[in-house]
């Protein structure tokens, strides 16, 4: 059975790491480059970069950072924002990066995931879909950060990606985003259930009992979360034993 993995994520702005509730009400969280060598020393499996003002502000993700963290970091990690073309990424990977993720561009021009995953295989190219549930009951795609709705239900936009060859989805439900009160479990097992590719659930960790029940009702392959490791309010060491002792199988080796 393969490992369930814990991944955590550090949205960066201005070069700082930052975390908000909802995707507003945002603060600091320290230097993205220590807290990324911290939390693979900690056991961390990957960790995700991204970054939230590239997409709304036409800025590129800063290939001299993601150089930075790779030359701290000994696990794969993957970095997202503003990425919209095969040259992006190729400086990106180029720089030390093991993974991008895709996210408006690609749903504007669904195209580029087929070519991003012809140049460079589908195991570097991580879709992201930040997604509502709306009061129909239906989850819906949003873009530019979680600020423009669309019409595009997110399974059948997450299907269609894995058909043009992204190899992993990481969805975040912007309902639960920062709300510490669990993860989106009935969205993240659709997903789950209806696609060959691995699946990122992010939006909601809060306590160690919501990621035994992202991987167990949600049928999740990996949980991602910030503030509560950004803050120290659950360590990642504390956590997978925790899962450990709960039969999900986890990485447990020298984190320290």
């Known amino acids: 059975m393969l490992t369930k993995r814990i991944i955590p994520c550090l949205d960066i702005k201005d070069g700082r790491t930052v975390k908000g509730i909802n995707f507003e009400n945002i603060r600091d969280a320290g230097d993205p480059v220590e807290l990324g060598a911290l939390y693979a020393a900690q056991g961390a499996d990957e960790m995700v970069f991204l970054d939230i003002t590239a997409t709304n502000e036409k800025r590129k993700t800063l290939s001299e950072l993601v150089n930075r963290i790779a030359h701290h970091l000994n696990i794969p990690f993957t970095v997202g924002g503003g990425i919209s073309s095969v040259n ?5 990977l180029h720089n030390g990066a093991d993974k991008i993720s895709v996210n408006t561009a690609a749903f504007r021009r669904p195209g580029l995931v087929a070519e991003l995953a012809k140049e460079f295989g589908s195991q570097c190219v991580v879709l992201a879909i930040d997604t509502r549930r709306e009061e129909d009951g239906n989850w819906y795609v949003y873009l530019n950060g979680g600020r423009v709705k669309t019409e595009k239900l997110c399974t059948d936009w997450a299907k269609e990606a894995v058909d043009r060859g992204a190899g992993e989805i990481l969805l975040t439900s912007m309902n639960h985003d920062g709300t510490k009160q669990g993860f989106a479990l009935d969205i993240t097992r659709m997903l789950s259930e209806a696609l060959p590719v691995p699946v990122i659930a992010s ?19 990996a949980a991602l979360a910030a503030s509560i490791f950004h803050f120290k309010e659950i360590g990642i060491q504390e ?12 990485r447990i080796d020298h984190a320290g």
């Open 239 to 250: 956590l997978k034993g925790y899962l450990y002792q709960h039969q999900i199988p986890v």
């Open 88 to 92: 992006d990424v190729s400086v990106l």
């Open 203 to 221: 939006g909601g960790g809060g306590a160690m009992s919501h990621f035994v029940d992202v991987f167990q009702q949600g049928a999740a392959d």
